[in-house]
């Protein structure tokens, strides 16, 4: 009796586990289809890379040594996952760039659904992510120790390389593996700035995008609200000089101390979390209604990435200046051995003869509405300026928003396709 009984309870045991499990395995697997994140400490410690291949993405890592000797590393998803997943068919292009501290993880770290890369991958495109000199990715010189302790030569750079070097040497990549004669461009701040200057430099690029999309538009800085950088702006010129000094040339790797805040105070139920928040946010701006709290471990382990000093400086120059020029060297007489004058030349704008789309928002400290206003005037071939619907959208909402997929990304999808099917008419 008592025997029969417990068989009982024992079967009804098994049969409930099995079912629990059955049923585990659906939620894990549906979990993991999602649009989100499945688990935001393993994704702050796995690389652009990993994590691309963690969420069951194809991931192509390509190299390229630019002129100078920087060696930059890209990631390329060729296609979808779910959608659009036939790897011998040839796709479009997009080229995806990064902004200011930030890295090609940008693209994926909020996710299959919500990550840029990921959305466009199954929209049918093929993917490149580029990495500025000095991030995580493209840490790396064939001559030059980024970590030397008495010599910055490593960091000697502003976005005026990055543009003028380092984003023609990836394109050139991208479309010569891919076998594609030109692409689309994606941009996201500094990664907008340094497109600006690559096709103002060198317009024989501009034939080489069929167009152009940029998301928080930066090149004026005249009404920059962003108190990190109106800190450096009166002394723009002179930051390097301290740096040089105190032999630092870098800005905020992404080192032990902030992943380590990321893993301790950044947790949903820890009260340190607006802290937290707030060392990330004080550069890109603050904004709680488009902001996932729960995803800053895992953008913490990847942002800021690195940059140099020059960068910061750089952007600076242009606050205080209100102008749009290449970098200023300190010194009427060290212009004018780099540029041939005394001031720094301006980045001629209407020499970008590329289709521009900008999109911006209304509340965004570092591109401001009047900023937008003039570089769209000023630039060779604006054709669209879109305000994102929601006017508490701020700088990094752009990419890591809650609802950045539908009230960007579609769009920004769409006019791509517009574009690519014009392409060849003019
Ligand atoms: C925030 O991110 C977490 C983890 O990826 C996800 O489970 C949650 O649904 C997200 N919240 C919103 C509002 O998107
Ligand atoms: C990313 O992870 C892969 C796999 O573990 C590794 O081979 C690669 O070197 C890593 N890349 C970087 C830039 O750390």
Redesign the pocket.
Known sequence: MLRGGLLVVIATCVALTAAVETDSIKELLKKFDS????N?FEDASLNATELITKYRYPVEVHTVTTEDGYILEMQRIPHGRDANNNPNQKRPVVFLMHGLLSSSADMVI??PG?GLAYILAEEGFDVWMGNARGNTYSRKHVRLNPDALLSTAFWKFSWDEIGNIDLPTMIDHALKTSGQERLHYIGHSQGTTSFFVMTSLQPEYNKKIISMHALAPVAYMAHNRNPLLMFISPHANNIENIANLVGVGEFMTNNVIYSWAGQAMCRDEVVFQPICSNILFLIGGWNEQEH????LP?ILGHTPAGSSLRQLAHYGQGIADKEFRRYDQGSRMSNYRTYGSFKPPHYDLSKITTPVFLHYSDSDPLAHVNDVDRLFRELGRPIGKFRVPLASFSHLDFLYG?NAKELLFNRVINLIRAMDANAFDD
Not at 292 to 295: E, F, P, R, V, W
Request: avoid cysteine.
């Open positions: 649009r989100y994140s499945t935001v909020m996710g919500s996932n709290a729960t995803m895992a809650i």
